[in-house]
């Protein structure tokens, strides 16, 4: 008694003694076998699904003999299901070829009549050698995903304030512990860094730090790259692809604006989490991971709670430890040295060495409440050195048109939401409703843009 298999064997011969006694042994071992009398329709077959093997017949037409019509067949599977194992079926005398077909990719073939315990043999190995391939391609876009985070030298994360030094405390126990993180923030206060950082930190550095960015991306598109998809799954599922959550597992995935994630994939990511496990969109079979997820939400998510959209289990999932990112406007001590490493960074790399500050223009830099805060600083910084004609920068320089208060004149406001809207509708302004330059000098995508100028009422 065989333990059945999961795969999709598929037989493919005009003689139907051969598909009657293949299919009856096939099936006690596999989960599904098809058989097909004509090769007719066999490219719309292996589009529409997948197969691990394929075993076909070198020759359909009576009294044909060559082998011809097998190896024409043999190129239409390779052309549209390259990942299948293909077991050429060959009469007495066609051995040539089959041997020239299996020059041309096909894996093994099997000469007539077939022998039923040689022919289960050589199936199941061969549908072990798929499985093994797809394990390969698995590796293969880890490895791909490492080199290139391992390719990316980190970010420097400029931190002296008290604010700032409790929250590299908390850094450091997150890394410690192997719990799921929740990073809070407002925009362009360095929550992708400290993501990095507690990846860095932990247990998990060897592995993959998989992002995912969920901002204004549609389920139609995420749902295949989270979860993965098979073959034939949607019309442009050509091939098996793993997702995210596969590549990541063992690594740290990393969930970029979480509170963006579309509703109806809330209670999948959920299921993954808890289970430790994601089935990939169109298949069957569950895939185990081992997921570390740290997340990241917007200052308007953290204020009120999320949307209340936002399934409260997944949050709970999410948020075992939570850190809190302080505005610029909250740690102006590190100003001053954020001010020097961005210019010593684009000084370099503008081969502008020897540039320095007007006296005076740091202080003016700390009045300055930065609702773009390290992103907007860092921009607003590069931009100056690059256009910089001389050698020194003034604080004008920097902050361009950007308003700079006096000593001891706050701004009117402290409230999030006020001070987003006053920034984007001045970018806008300043750039003569040109929204793709506006996005840039705010740091946002153009579809975060367009979501927030509906919801402030902008045109």
């Not at 097909?36 to 009294?63: A, R």
């Not at 860094?193 to 991306?217: N, P, Y």
């Not at 091939?239 to 690594?251: H, V």
């Not at 005076?360 to 690059?386: D, F, S």
Request: overall charge neutral; aromatic content about 6%; glycine content about 6%.
């Amino acid at each position: 008694m065989y333990i059945k298999l999961d795969g999709k064997i598929l037989v493919v011969d005009d003689d139907q003694h051969v598909l009657f006694t293949t299919r009856l042994a096939l099936n006690n071992r596999f989960t599904t076998v098809r058989t097909e009398n004509s090769p007719q329709g066999l490219s719309d077959l292996i589009q529409e699904e997948h197969y691990d093997v394929i075993l076909l017949d070198m020759n359909f037409t009576p009294g044909m003999s060559s082998g011809k019509e097998g190896l024409q067949w043999l190129r239409v599977i390779k052309q549209f299901s390259p990942d299948s194992q293909v077991v050429m079926l060959a009469s007495y005398g066609d051995t040539d070829a089959a041997l020239t077909a299996i020059g041309e990719g096909a894996t093994d073939f099997m000469t007539k009549p077939l022998d039923k315990e040689k022919m289960l043999s050589a199936v199941t190995t061969v549908y072990w050698l798929c499985q093994s391939n797809r394990r390969v391609r698995m590796l293969q876009a880890r490895q791909r995903a490492l080199q290139q985070e391992l390719s990316t030298p980190p970010e420097a994360i400029i931190a002296e304030s008290p604010a700032m030094r409790a929250v590299m405390q908390a850094v450091e126990e997150a890394a410690g512990s192997e719990s799921n993180v929740l990073i809070h923030g407002e925009v362009g206060t360095g929550k992708d860094l400290i993501a990095r950082a507690i990846h860095r930190l932990s247990a998990r550095s060897g592995e993959v730090f998989v992002k995912v960015e969920l901002d204004g991306t549609p389920s139609s598109v995420l749902e295949p790259a989270l979860f993965g998809h098979v073959k034939g799954a949607f019309s442009e599922a050509h091939a098996d692809r793993p997702g995210k959550l596969e590549l990541a597992s063992g690594g740290t995935l990393f969930l970029d604006e979480v509170n963006n994630l579309p509703v109806p994939l809330q209670n999948k990511l959920l299921s993954v989490v808890q289970n430790q496990q994601v089935t990939r969109l169109g298949g069957q079979e569950p895939v185990a991971v081992d997921l570390r997820l740290v997340s990241t939400a917007n200052a308007r998510a953290h204020r009120s709670r999320f949307d209340p959209a936002l399934n409260s289990e997944l949050l709970q999932t999410l948020n075992a430890v939570e850190i809190t990112l302080p505005p610029l406007r909250q740690r102006k001590e590190d100003i001053p040295l954020l001010v020097e490493h961005f210019m010593k960074l684009y000084a370099r790399k503008y081969r502008k060495e020897g540039l320095h500050l007007v006296s005076g223009t740091t202080k003016q830099l700390q009045l300055y409440n930065w609702p773009g805060n390290v992103r907007e600083l860092k921009q607003a910084i590069e931009r100056a050195v690059m256009l910089c004609p001389g050698q020194s920068l003034s604080a004008a320089d920097i902050l361009g048109t950007n308003p700079t208060p006096k000593p001891g004149r706050p701004m009117n406001t402290l409230h999030l939401e006020e001070i987003e809207k006053k920034t984007i509708s001045e970018a806008i302004k300043k750039y003569e409703g040109n929204l793709s330059k506006a996005a840039v000098e705010l740091g946002l995508g153009r579809s975060t843009l367009y979501r927030k100028m509906e919801k402030y009422g902008l045109s």
